[in-house]
């Protein structure tokens, strides 16, 4: 998937812009889907379609990663002196995320349920 978002978002740029309009569409989607996971009733949600709201979440996190990564890569290119430094404050980010979110996951499920795992996780997207 991420070799055709980077090849689109490159040839085919929106308002001049290559990545922005391209992350935002995505996060659109991805939280859509998301949303769609934490609020339909499971009595309204067949096995397809929670389907298709993980993929979309999916196409959301490949996309915004693939083309941050591309950004903080151009920046290290234009700056080569600070690209140790980009990269620690990126995965410093990234990791610092992924903490919390284990962290407080195991207690989201075990008090709130399935749902509120999702409702939750529309906040930062």
Known sequence: MKPI??????AVPIAGLSKAPYVITASVVGVAGCAALGV?????????????????MQLQFST??????????ERMQAKPKHGPELLTFV????????????ALGGVILKFLGVKAVYQMAVIPA
């Open 5 to 10: 978002i980077g090849l689109v978002s490159d």
């Open 40 to 56: 339909v009733p499971h009595d309204f949600l067949d096995v397809e379609q929670a389907v298709a709201c993980c993929f979309l």
């Open 64 to 73: 915004c990663d693939l083309l941050a990564e591309a950004k903080y890569s």
């Open 91 to 102: 995965w410093f980010g990234i990791q610092l995320g992924g903490l919390i979110g284990v």
